[in-house]
């Protein structure tokens, strides 16, 4: 069975300062990694996915993550964060080819002046 | 284009009454899925249609749970009698295929319901 690891429940950062969200993940096959983010009474949205290929992925609003199969990880990173990124971001999983995502618990990040 | 869309956006209600829950998916999506968050834990998946069909319902957590997709178009959740485990917020999604490495998922706002 998958499951997927997001260590840090809460981030707090200062605005410009990078940030670095931690995702570990289990499955014993072939899997897509995804980052969604979710702001403010709003609805989950796609930050970015790896499928195969690069294992630095890019994504909107500046994000980046990095496949690491050795380490079973794919953490999100951005070198400079706004006001505005702060909000909870999910880590997903699915088998490759497959359709239902498994969750992480979530990371709310939380940007401060 | 519109989104996926969820009604309604909170629901609060006492324990061992009933509520629908009501997702329209986006135009042309034939995947339907429903998704649940429990305060401070994950997100879980529920279930997932394909058209009118009930393609994988492993998630359902138990028989007070009852969705519909009747049509193939917008779907129904329906819990009754509810518990108060059954807190959370309800996410419904859709989709164009079934394969997430080609056809991304979109969310709706969710359904935020409270069991008192």
């Known amino acids: 069975a998958q499951s997927v690891t997001q260590l840090d429940s809460q981030v707090p950062v200062f605005e410009e300062a990078p940030v670095e969200l931690r995702c570990n993940y289990s499955?014993?096959?072939?899997?897509?990694l995804f980052w969604y983010v979710q702001y403010p009474n709003q609805g989950l949205q796609l930050l970015l996915k790896y499928l195969s290929g690069s294992t630095l992925v890019k994504g909107i609003n500046g994000f980046e993550a990095e496949f690491n199969k050795s380490q079973t990880s794919f953490h999100l990173r951005k070198p400079s964060v706004h006001i505005s990124d702060t909000a909870e971001y999910f880590c997903a999983v699915s088998d490759a080819g497959y359709s239902t995502l498994t969750f992480g618990k979530g990371t709310m990040l939380l940007v401060s002046p | 284009e519109a989104g996926v869309t969820q009604f309604p956006s909170h629901s609060v209600i006492e324990k061992g009454q009933t509520v629908t829950l009501r997702c329209d998916p986006i135009s042309g999506h034939d995947n339907l899925y429903w998704y649940r968050r429990v305060m401070g834990k994950e997100i879980k998946f529920l279930l997932h249609f394909v058209k009118e069909s009930k393609q994988d319902e492993s998630g359902m957590p138990n028989n007070r749970f009852l969705a519909e997709r009747t049509g193939g178009t917008y779907s129904t959740l329906k819990v009754q009698p509810a518990e108060l485990e059954d807190s959370g917020v309800y996410f419904c999604?859709?989709?164009?295929?079934?394969?997430?490495?080609?056809?991304?998922?979109?969310f709706g706002n969710g359904t935020r319901l409270t069991v008192t």
């Open positions: 499955s014993s096959v072939s899997v897509y």
């Open positions: 999604a859709s989709s164009f295929t079934w394969d997430r490495g080609n056809s991304p998922l979109h």
